[in-house]
């Protein structure tokens, strides 16, 4: 069935120093990819999100990459800071007949150590 | 700005409990969701609405049932709550324009006895 792998699960770097988590989808008909963060005992929260038809969109130190062809999308996060800890979903719709359903990976948590 | 709003934080019942778990939105959304978050799970859709009185299952429904009666509100229901059912719950809503955001609730940590 449709599925999506995050990668890694965990994850700690060193303040300043750059985090890239990694997904892979398998449905090819995707076609909207947004990331997640979930802070210690709160709501996951959109940071990012791109679309099929674009390769990379940055928004200040975060940015996310989408390869079409090999079915898999990256979260980069430069200059990392200690807030920047916390776990990161990544998610694919698949959209069809306006539902728009979300398939989401597992999550990774983001440790960064000041 | 989006408001997604969970009846309870936390909530505790015994085996074999009627439980009602309730969301409302503010947003004229079409769409409802709800997941529940284990750890390493990730979140995993139970069940989603995309209009009044409209359900489908995702890919945990088994003992749960969902009602939408107003376009704002979406329940969740335990029929018979199990041990295995302690989880996180997080209910969400999006427009159902294409690429739409989903915006979630704050959740609802459900611990059955």
């Known amino acids: 069935g449709e599925n999506v792998e995050q990668h890694p699960s965990t994850l700690s770097v060193q303040e300043g120093d750059s985090a890239v988590i990694k997904c892979t989808y398998s449905?090819?008909?995707?076609?909207?990819f947004p990331w997640y963060k979930q802070e210690l005992g709160k709501r996951p929260q959109l940071i990012i999100d791109?679309?099929?038809?674009?390769g990379e969109k940055k928004d200040q130190r975060i940015a996310v990459t989408l390869n079409k062809t090999a079915k898999h999308f990256s979260l980069h996060i430069t200059e990392t800071q200690p807030e920047d800890s916390a776990v990161y979903f990544c998610?694919?719709?698949?959209?069809?007949?306006?539902?728009?359903?979300?398939?989401f990976g597992t999550g990774t948590r983001l440790k960064v150590l000041a | 700005d989006v408001k997604v709003t969970q009846s309870s934080r936390y909530l505790v019942k015994r085996t074999g409990e009627k439980v009602f778990l309730e969301c409302v939105q503010d947003?004229?959304?079409?769409?409802m969701f709800w997941y529940r978050q284990d750890p390493g799970l990730g979140l995993r859709l139970i069940y989603f609405s995309y209009d009044v009185k409209m359900k489908e299952k995702g890919d945990i429904p088994e003992g749960y049932s969902v009602s939408r009666e107003k376009k704002e509100r979406f329940s969740l229901i335990l029929e018979s709550a199990s041990t295995n059912q302690t989880s996180m719950y997080l209910c969400?809503?999006?427009?159902?324009?294409?690429?739409?955001?989903?915006?979630f609730g704050p959740g609802t940590r459900l611990t059955v006895l």
């Open positions: 449905d090819s008909a995707s076609n909207y």
């Open positions: 791109i679309r099929s038809n674009v």
């Open positions: 947003m004229d959304h079409e769409n």
């Open positions: 998610a694919a719709s698949q959209g069809a007949s306006g539902t728009y359903k979300y398939i």
């Open positions: 969400a809503s999006n427009s159902g324009l294409a690429g739409d955001t989903q915006y």
